[in-house]
């Protein structure tokens, strides 16, 4: 799974891709990819060409990815682990649209998303947890 996903202070747009037949939500899972791989992942119409590669710009410039050249190709790959892309951006997220609170996060959170009783105790056992360890 090669994955790409630009967020903004707008909205979050997500270049998703499959590869290896199966699609997650979280970013970089892929070792290695070339642009006609993450072209070939998308269902039709597909993305432009020059779409994926702004993104793959942008991931490169912000440290998230690389490339290597192969003759006139780039296969690219990750520099960062899924973890901690997935945290830096849902610390970004809280930052941005949460006034950097988790309270106000949490809140929206199970507020508004349609959790059943036993996924709130969990959520619950969760931070239970990690107050034990402070």
């Given at each position: ?19 290896g ?34 993104l ?39 930052k ?26 969990e ?8 107050i034990?360890?402070?």
């Amino acid at each position: 799974m090669f994955y790409v996903c630009r967020v903004n202070s707008k909205n979050v747009e997500h270049a998703v891709v499959k590869i290896g037949g199966r699609t997650d939500e979280y970013p970089m899972e892929a070792k290695k990819a070339f642009m006609k791989d993450l072209l070939d992942a998308y269902p039709e119409p597909r993305p432009a060409t020059t779409t994926i590669a702004t993104l793959l710009k942008r991931m490169q410039d912000k440290g998230f990815v690389a490339y290597k050249s192969l003759g006139r190709s780039r296969e690219y790959y990750p520099l960062v682990k899924k973890k901690d892309y997935f945290s830096k951006h849902v610390n970004g997220l809280i930052k941005n649209f949460f006034n950097d609170s988790a309270s106000q996060f949490a809140s929206f959170f199970t507020q508004e998303t349609d959790l059943s009783k036993t996924e709130l105790e969990e959520l619950k056992k969760l931070i239970d947890n990690e107050i034990k360890k402070k």
